[in-house]
């Protein structure tokens, strides 16, 4: 099976990845999209206070 | 002349930081007549493997955005260190982590179950957490190692300078171009596009004496416009933090959080700050002062918003 990477996806906030496996006749035969990337703000926000929070999530996507 | 090739990379980051350079406006026009663009992913469909490809050392200049968070992240450190002649720490997540570093209190199993198991807007009925490698078939996938904690770009390898500020300001980062392309570089290690004087400095609020009796939240108060904040019991890191930015948090009636990091010379701007407030909070007796102490909310997360990487503890400890 033919493997064709695109790493990074660009020209859009984050980070993405994509992999297409092609079989013998060229065709598709699997997409698989990736976002090999993770800061947790769902956790962390936890135990800030309230008033706090808009000036931390700004920060997940400054694009 | 021969163009610059200049670099810009976002690791663990929100893209605020290349916005930012966006924000230099016509100035991005001067920009681009003396560089050329080699990698910048917001903006230009350069690959990793092109990256690989390109000689050592043959990127003129990298502005590295972003924290260390995973593998990923520090693979790009590394390979864009040996493909760079200069290495630049470009915002706050670079240079010590920034809020991306507020995950450091929190333990790694905690933030993965948060995030693929218990937030209520995920679906994920068999429970499956990202793996570092999967494989279905013949067909293998990997994705990056997440990290016990996150680190600053200089933790991962050596850094030639650092640009602070989440984001740094269009004005700075411009000033910081024309020195590249004038070619005088300061000295290997500096931090630049900063004022040598603290953010109390700069701001233009009145200040009388710092003495404080209590602390208020911002919705217990409406603080006025014209005297300092810190003296009128908001928590306010101007003391602890460097100049650069203009105050502009200030200007929008809202205290420093420390963005640019610590004044030159303080190993670490929260404990620093403990420090002045143990100057500042205006009661001989420990219990009144210690009451007075216990109006700060989240003393942790508010004296190291930005800094937590490079602290002295560098996160909380985990079991
Ligand atoms: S503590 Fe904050 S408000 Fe007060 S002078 Fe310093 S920067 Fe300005
Ligand atoms: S006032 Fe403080 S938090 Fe706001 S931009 Fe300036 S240094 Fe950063």
């Known amino acids: ?63 | 002349m021969r163009k610059l090739r200049l670099a810009s990379y976002w690791a663990s980051a929100c893209g605020g930081c290349d916005v930012a350079i966006l924000d230099t406006n016509e100035h991005i026009l001067d920009i681009a007549a003396v560089a050329d663009i080699v990698f910048w992913p917001v903006a230009v469909d350069f690959k990793y493997s092109d990256v690989e490809a390109y000689d050592d050392r043959s990127i003129d200049v990298c502005l590295f955005h972003g924290a260390v968070r995973n593998s990923e992240n520090e693979h790009l450190a590394r390979l864009l260190r040996q493909k760079s002649e200069v290495l630049v720490a470009f915002g706050s997540c670079a240079v010590s982590g920034g809020i991306p570093a507020l995950a450091n209190f929190k333990r790694r199993e905690d933030i993965l179950n948060r995030v693929y198991r218990e937030s209520p807007s995920t679906e994920n009925p068999e429970s499956v957490l990202p793996q570092p490698h999967f494989t279905a078939g013949d067909i293998t996938l990997d994705l990056p190692d997440f990290y016990r904690r996150v680190y600053a770009l200089d933790d991962i390898v050596p850094v030639d300078y650092y640009l602070p500020g989440c984001p740094p300001t269009p004005e700075r980062i411009w000033e910081v171009f024309e020195v590249i392309v004038s070619g005088q570089l300061p000295p290997a290690g500096s931090t630049v596009g900063v004022a040598d004087h603290s953010l109390c400095h700069e701001c233009s609020r009145v200040k009388k004496e710092k003495k404080v009796k209590t602390f208020y939240r911002p919705h217990e108060i409406i603080p006025d416009r014209e005297n300092c904040l810190l003296e009128q019991g908001l928590i306010c890191l101007g003391p602890v933090t460097r100049g650069g930015c203009g105050a502009r948090c200030i200007a929008a009636n809202m205290a420093c959080r420390g963005c640019y990091g610590p004044m030159p010379g303080i190993i670490d701007q929260g404990a620093k700050f403990i420090s002045t407030l143990g100057s500042i909070i205006d009661e001989d007796r420990v219990e009144d002062a210690g009451a007075v102490i216990d109006r700060i909310v989240d003393p942790a997360g508010t004296f190291f918003r930005f800094s937590m990487a490079k602290s002295l503890l560098k996160g909380a400890r985990q079991p």
Do not use: A, W
């Open chain 1, 1 to 63: 099976m033919k493997r064709v990477t695109i790493d990074p996806i660009t020209r859009l906030e984050g980070h993405g990845k994509i992999e297409i496996f092609l079989n013998d006749d060229g065709s598709v035969e699997d997409v698989y999209f990736q976002i090999p990337e993770l800061r947790g703000f769902e956790k962390f926000v936890e135990g800030r206070p309230i008033e706090e929070v808009p000036r931390i999530v700004t920060r997940i996507c400054g694009v």
